[in-house]
């Protein structure tokens, strides 16, 4: 069965500061994974996802991912933190390793911006 | 604006009322998946639809959630005989299915159930 798990509740890093926000996966079969944003009172925005394509993966909003198999991780980065990136953070693992089904995410990472 | 919308946005009921919410999708999209998704948590997946098929439905909470999709369109979920702890954010969202590639779930705002 497919779990995430997310290291953190809550991240707080000055403005221009690395955000990293720890995912990491249980799978067995190959995952596909995703990182969605949510701001206060709104659904979810995809981020970013990983297909088994290139193991570094480039979102939006400056935001990347890189896939460690070895680590079952996919951790959340971004080089310089701005305060409208203050959000929650969500990552997810598709069912099945493919486009069978719904999504799993983990509990979700509160991030802080501060100036 | 062509994404997800859902409708309330905002729902206050008392404990023991019937409630239902709606769902469009992006008009192209042929799967609609549902999610809870409770204060502090991860959203929760309820159950989703292929075109007007429901694919899954075992992870519907009980007996009182349904859902339905009866035109491949838009969905209804509906919770009968609300409690206090069906309070919660409720969440829609779709996809286009491509075969060998991960589906992208795009979300609407979701749907705030207050029940007193």
């Known amino acids: 069965a497919q779990s995430v798990t997310q290291l953190g509740s809550h991240v707080s890093v000055s403005e221009g500061a690395l955000v990293l926000l720890r995912c990491n996966y249980s799978s067995s079969v190959p995952p596909y994974l995703f990182w969605y944003v949510q701001y206060p009172n709104q659904g979810l925005q995809l981020l970013l996802k990983?297909?088994?394509?290139?193991?570094l993966v480039k979102g939006i909003n400056g935001f990347e991912a890189e896939f460690k198999k070895s680590e079952t991780s996919f951790h959340l980065t971004k080089p310089s933190a701005h305060m409208r990136d203050a959000a929650e953070y969500f990552c997810?693992?598709?069912?099945?390793?493919?486009?069978?089904?719904?999504?799993?995410f983990g509990k979700g990472t509160k991030l802080s911006v501060k100036p | 604006d062509t994404g997800v919308s859902q409708d309330p946005r905002h729902k206050i009921t008392k404990r023991g009322q019937n409630v239902t919410f709606r769902c469009d999708p992006i008009?192209?999209?042929?799967?609609l998946y549902w999610y809870r998704q409770t204060l502090g948590q991860g959203p929760e997946f309820l159950t989703y639809?292929?075109?007007?098929?429901?694919?899954?439905k075992s992870r519907l909470l009980s007996d009182r959630f349904s859902a339905e999709r009866p035109k491949g369109s838009f969905s209804t979920l509906e919770i009968q005989r609300t409690e206090q702890g069906d309070s919660a954010m409720y969440l829609c969202a779709s996809s286009s299915l491509r075969v060998f590639s991960a589906d992208e779930q795009y979300f609407g705002p979701g749907t705030r159930l207050t029940v007193t």
């Open positions: 008009s192209e999209h042929n799967r």
């Open positions: 997810a693992v598709s069912v099945y390793g493919g486009s069978q089904g719904n999504l799993i």
């Open positions: 639809f292929q075109n007007e098929a429901q694919l899954e």
């Open positions: 990983y297909t088994s394509a290139a193991t």
